[in-house]
């Protein structure tokens, strides 16, 4: 029975799963590193991130955005990827940062992905959620998806939602709603810490590593000159294409998505930060006990 609540939609998850519109690489996004590592292709349709030896790549949104929901479907590094990371996250700038994180981190061939959450604001990160995926991320795209509004941050994960972090700002933990964020992404080395703890090394005889980049959507309140485009009177919302939608903006999840929710946590989570007390010796953060 439980395994079916992840072929049961539900209201939160349907919305997920039909973006307003998809968006374009060479009108939403700029390649921000990596020397001719990280390419568009299919006039826009696809972009493309490699690592090898010498360098990662990497891409960020030309847009800013305070709240909204970005989902982009990602296809990653295949076969022995032990050693790589492929970060796709939404960050500010300033030593008071804000940041919402998903990462991947590679493994070696016929090992699951790792997925790493994590939520930072003002500076503050901590917040360290991670899950095995229920499937080969490799063999074809999925859709990796981000909710932010006033109210909280959901991850999902092919419309099913895999961690929540709400808005507790009442009990005076920071929460990010006051900086705008740009949309990021890597694939880089980092194999001093990320396959079981920096163990396994990346195997260079196997470069160049790919990921793949498709079907962007961000159906945003976009942030230019001090102004949020959800302020505007003529639409309360703004993504790539100029859509009017904005039930995102209120949207939280119904009594089936919080069951989805912890099905994959009590099946997949491998570690929560809500429940390290050698790392918190002094006490779990105050978000722990009020979520």
């Known amino acids: ?45 696809l972009l493309t991130l490699s690592l090898d030896r010498a360098s990662g790549s990497g891409f960020q949104s030309k847009n800013e955005y305070l709240f909204g929901k970005i ?11 032990a050693g790589t990371v492929a970060a796709y996250y939404l960050s500010s700038r300033g030593a ?50 981000i909710l932010w509004n006033p109210r909280s941050i959901i991850f999902s994960v092919d419309g099913t939602p895999i961690r929540e972090f709400k808005n507790m700002g009442s009990s005076g933990i920071p929460f990010p709603n006051s900086q705008p964020m740009r949309i990021y992404s890597s694939l880089w080395n980092a194999d001093d810490w990320a396959t079981r703890g920096g163990l396994v090394k990346t195997d260079w005889n196997l470069a160049p590593f790919t990921a793949s980049y498709r079907n962007f959507n961000a159906d945003a309140c976009i942030w230019s000159n001090g102004t949020s ?8 919302s703004a993504s790539s294409s100029g859509s009017s939608s904005s039930y995102w903006l209120s949207l939280q999840l119904d009594s089936t998505g919080q069951h989805r929710m912890k099905w994959v946590q009590k099946n997949y989570m491998i570690y929560n ?11 779990l953060p105050p978000e722990c006990n009020l979520s």
């Open 96 to 145: 008071t940062w804000d940041e919402i994180d998903f990462e991947f981190l590679g493994n070696v061939s016929g090992d699951p992905y790792i997925v790493h959450t994590n939520v930072f604001s003002q500076g503050k990160g901590n917040r360290l959620q991670q899950f095995y995926l229920w499937f080969n991320p490799t063999t074809d795209f999925h859709t990796y998806s």
């Open 229 to 236: 485009s959800c302020n505007s009177p003529a639409t309360s």
């Open 1 to 45: 029975m439980a395994s079916l609540l992840l072929l049961v939609p539900s209201l939160f998850s349907l919305f997920l799963l039909v973006p307003a519109s998809v968006g374009n690489f060479y009108n939403d996004f700029d390649l921000a590193w990596g020397d001719g590592r990280a390419n568009v292709l299919n006039n826009g349709d």
């Open 273 to 283: 930060y809500c429940t390290d007390t050698e790392r918190f010796p002094q006490g």
């Open 71 to 81: 989902d982009m479907q990602l296809k990653l590094v295949p076969g022995n990827s």
